[in-house]
């Protein structure tokens, strides 16, 4: 059975080609129930963001803070999120009580 691709034109005219979502004519990315970002610079933000060195527990406190809630809001995937929680636990082991 052949894949069905996306049926998705883009302006000059060529089709999307990737596979298109099961049972229906569009990928994940054209598909019209996907909400795009509005402003393109947000969209970078979804990809990463910056994260001090923890140098004392409070800076260590509020780098955990701001990974959970990134992880929360579902703008930090669960695989980064978990690389970053055990380089943080990593870090809490090194800094004097």
């Known amino acids: 059975m052949p ?7 883009f302006p000059d005219d060529h089709r999307c080609g990737s596979p298109a979502l099961r049972g229906e004519a569009f990928c994940y990315y054209h598909h019209p129930d996907r909400e795009p970002v509005a ?3 947000a969209r970078h933000s979804r990809r ?3 994260l001090d060195p923890p140098a004392d527990r409070a800076s260590l406190q509020i780098a955990l803070n701001q990974v959970t809630t990134r992880l929360a809001a579902n703008k930090l995937d669960v695989h980064r999120a978990s690389l970053i929680l055990y ?4 870090a809490s082991r090194n800094i004097p009580q």
């Open 39 to 41: 402003n393109p610079i």
């Open 3 to 9: 894949i069905k691709l996306c049926t998705h034109l």
């Open 48 to 50: 990463g963001f910056h």
């Open 87 to 90: 380089s943080l636990q990593i």
